[in-house]
């Protein structure tokens, strides 16, 4: 998973371990959020309180969460960080293709 910082570094770690695999440096600027290009990551984003998931809004964020400093996504795994050391990792599943309309 890769994380942005406000020290304009991106740094990658292991899921598994929690460990810090390498740190990116040479950003010019404040590093809020990383996305991937990966095809296999579900699109997940936070937008007005909303956590948006597959385009639909789907977890509203009580006050207590919204003033997140940075935030990461991996393979439907959202991971917000907090300046007070606080980190939310929410996990969701892609809407199912097995559903029909009718």
């Known amino acids: 998973m890769a994380s942005g ?3 304009k570094t991106i740094k990658l770690w292991d899921t ?3 460990s810090q695999i390498r740190t990116r440096e040479g950003h010019s600027n404040l590093l809020t959020s990383v996305a991937s290009t990966d095809e296999t990551n579900f699109q997940i984003a ?3 309180n909303w956590v948006i998931f597959a385009g639909e809004r ?10 997140f400093t940075c935030s990461s996504t991996l393979n439907g795994t959202l991971a ?6 606080r980190v ?5 599943q892609p809407p199912s293709s097995s559903h029909s309309i009718l």
């Open 58 to 67: 789907l977890l509203w964020l009580p006050s207590y969460y919204r003033q």
């Open 46 to 48: 936070v937008d007005d």
């Open 88 to 92: 939310l990792i929410m996990g969701f």
């Open 16 to 18: 598994k371990t929690g």
């Open 5 to 7: 910082s406000y020290d």
């Open 80 to 85: 917000l960080g907090y300046s007070d050391g």
